[in-house]
């Protein structure tokens, strides 16, 4: 889920000159009060997840971090889960998106029964998408043990996004900021990190829709590296606690038991298989025998600073997560692979995988088609670019809503459609990257984002496994037309041929229209 839409809605409202009108009604946020900053435990030698990350990390150089790649939905949430079971003294969580449904639900009561054994429990959320879900993190919040903040909080607190967004209008330049970060870490020993948000469609239980996505799950040193930039996030002026923001109107007991009540509507998981499609047992099986299975690597981890919201474009990409997630790819000398589900290269990228090319580069894009996107007016600014990149030698699949789930690589999608949502790069067979960021201009000069590159030919291999021996799982090949005007869509047949498609499959003529008539209120800018 892209934080675009936000701008959609509010630049829908400002060119229909509704917002106007409510100005002299916008809320606002009450003042701030100091308060004492906390730090991650790091005396977590005597825990289980402590002992764990010690023993798989002594037959490595104390540089190395482990990592597994997490592409399966139903895997990456026993991940989050049994870390937060196995967990004793920490759990520091920060997500962009916790939705109130049965994925954001269960991982709240696993969140509420670690506190209750006596975990530091400190949630930090981003606090776009919160509407109608305070009574959940304050009643939440009034549990001992636990601490739940939010970052960069919109002044109203309506139900209704729209609302929000209504409500909030004129404080525009601040709340278009927004904390992307996806990750949690257990004991300061192993964390979850990558692109999943919490919600049902990121862990293929949507009915109309589900995520294709990817998650990593680390030990090592870049745990506690993460932890730092948890820190920093949790202790910054831009984190609100709840308390300040959503006070409660009942007793503790009662906001105890109301928020017991809520969680108990969440539906059970369904059942893990015995091993991914990469050979591996559960995390949660794995954490139980003591034997979590890793490859050990090199890595840098890029943090954006949660500053970057306040800064002018130009110096929030300086130093950005962005910026050097792109020097690594463009240190690329053979090939580089991206999957990004918002991809909008603008002329800076467009210059770069035209110089790689000439170097004698191959550059191959996963992004969404217009039929899988959650975001069409990213898709338009993607658009301007792809006949360009085509001409250029730039290699582009487009994710078909209805193909790629037939591979069941990641996950069983059922009569749902499929939409891209992992953030990856890899570069010359050799290095890999995983974080939150899209290849936008918002992520790299608007909002806060988190990414890792691995440098571990091993688990590039892992990765290829997903792709390999499945020609359809990435939907549709693009190509130019006869003439070099047009693009036209390959979707292959079940004999391994080509169905060749003169048009975008599918029918969006409302759709494009709406985008013809928003993108240019919008501007690239702000996609």
């Given amino acids: 889920m892209a934080a675009s839409s936000l701008i959609r809605r509010l630049a829908a409202l400002v060119w229909a000159g509704v917002a106007s009108a409510w100005l002299t009604g916008c809320a606002g946020l009450p003042p701030p009060q100091p308060r004492e900053p906390t730090a991650a435990i790091t005396d977590v030698g005597d825990t289980a997840l402590g002992q764990l990350a010690r023993l798989g990390a002594s037959d490595s150089a104390a540089s190395l971090s482990g990592f597994r790649l997490l592409p399966e939905a139903a895997f990456a949430f026993d991940a989050r889960i049994s870390l937060a079971r196995h967990a004793e003294k920490s759990l520091d969580v920060q997500y962009y998106l916790i939705e109130k449904d049965d994925v954001g639900l269960l991982l709240l009561r696993e969140l ?311 953030k990856i790069a890899v570069i010359d067979d050799e290095r890999f990257f995983i974080g939150s960021m899209n290849l936008d201009r918002r992520s790299a000069a608007v909002n806060t984002e988190m990414g890792l590159v691995i440098d571990s030919p091993e688990l590039v291999a892992d990765y290829e496994k997903l792709l390999g021996g499945a020609r359809v799982s990435l939907g549709y090949r693009l190509r130019l037309a006869p003439g070099g005007r047009r693009v036209q869509w390959l979707e292959y047949d079940d004999d391994g041929g080509d169905v060749v498609h003169e048009d975008e499959p599918g029918e969006f003529l409302w759709l494009r229209f709406k985008n013809w008539l928003l993108l240019p209120i919008v501007g690239e800018e702000l996609l």
């Fill in 112 to 422: 509420r029964d670690a506190a209750a054994r006596g975990v530091r429990v400190r949630l930090l959320v981003d606090d776009l998408y919160t509407a109608g879900e305070d009574e959940v993190f304050a009643t939440f919040s009034a549990f001992p043990n636990v601490e739940v903040r939010l970052f960069n909080p919109l002044p109203s607190r309506a139900d209704s996004l729209a609302l929000r967004l209504l409500f909030s209008v004129a404080d525009f330049g601040r709340i278009n900021h927004r904390m992307h970060n996806k990750l949690l870490v257990a004991d300061n020993s192993f964390a979850v990190s990558g692109g999943r948000n919490i919600a049902n469609e990121y862990f293929m239980r949507g009915t109309a829709a589900n995520f294709i996505d990817m998650d990593v799950l680390s030990s090592g040193p870049v745990v506690r590296q993460m932890s730092e930039g948890f820190d920093r996030y949790w202790n910054c002026e831009h984190a609100w606690p709840i308390e300040r923001i959503a006070p409660l109107r009942m007793t503790v007991d009662e906001a105890q038991k109301r928020f017991d009540a809520i969680a108990s509507t969440a539906q059970p998981d369904v059942p893990i298989r015995q091993r991914d499609v990469m050979d591996r047992s559960p995390v949660g099986e794995q954490l139980t025998t003591g034997k979590v299975d890793l490859r050990w690597a090199p890595f840098t981890l890029f943090v954006d600073e949660p500053a970057k919201i306040t800064r002018a474009p130009g110096a929030a990409y300086a130093g950005s997560v962005n910026e050097g997630a792109l020097g690594v790819i463009n240190s690329g000398k053979r090939e580089v692979k991206i999957a990004s589900p918002y991809f909008i290269p603008g002329p800076p990228g467009m210059a770069m995988m035209k110089a790689a090319i000439a170097r004698g580069g191959r550059i191959t894009v996963v992004t969404n088609s217009l039929g899988a996107t959650d975001e069409p007016l990213a898709y338009a600014g993607y658009e301007r670019y792809r006949a360009d990149m085509l001409k250029i030698g730039v290699t582009i699949y487009e994710i078909a809503p209805m193909l790629t789930g037939r591979s069941r690589h990641f996950g069983n999608f059922g009569q749902s459609i499929s939409r891209l949502h992992a």
